[in-house]
């Protein structure tokens, strides 16, 4: 089954606001993503559970960025939350 990627409005304006090779590089992890869950690759992305005000969510480290997001398992969706800077993303 083929996972699905859905962003928030703030996720989606987060991303929109970044530059063009930050966008690629956050979109070919989300696809690198979704092929690991979905079975069609063996590379591990940088997921972590979080805890604390974000416990039951997970986030992708991709370079300077943390995406914070949700998964839906039984109906393969990823939820994008938040797309921020290390530094802000856990404020």
């Not at 089954?1 to 590089?25: G, P």
């Not at 005000?53 to 839906?72: A, D, P, Q, T, W």
């Amino acid at each position: 089954m083929t996972y699905t990627v859905e962003l928030t409005n703030i996720a989606d304006k987060q991303l929109k606001k970044l530059n063009k090779k930050q966008q690629d590089r956050i979109n070919e992890a989300l696809i690198n993503l979704c092929e690991f869950f979905e079975g069609k690759s063996s590379k591990k992305p940088d997921v972590k559970v979080l805890s604390g005000k974000y416990r039951g969510l997970l986030r992708m480290r991709v370079g300077e960025y943390r995406i914070i997001f949700s998964m839906n398992a039984a109906r393969y969706i990823i939820l994008i939350i938040q797309i921020v800077p290390r530094g802000k993303a856990y404020k």
